[in-house]
């Protein structure tokens, strides 16, 4: 498994020098997002499309 600073590395490596320091956090936050979900899922920490539509259905405003 790679170090958060070797994926990063090999992120910018795949960007063109020109790129803004936007694109190159969005890019970043993106992953980390990615693998969150993947670690959760890994855990068992999902929910199925009627939990949620159950739990949206008694946010406030609706």
Do not use: C, N, W
Not at 15 to 31: G, L, V
Not at 44 to 56: H, K, P, S, T, V
């Amino acid at each position: 498994m790679s170090t958060a600073k070797e994926e990063v590395q090999k992120i910018l490596k795949q960007f063109p020098d020109d790129s803004s320091f936007e694109d190159i956090q969005y890019h970043i936050y993106a992953r980390e997002k990615i693998e969150h979900g993947l670690k959760d899922i890994e855990k068992g920490r999902i929910l199925d499309q009627e939990e949620i539509e159950r739990r949206m259905s008694k946010r406030p405003g609706k």
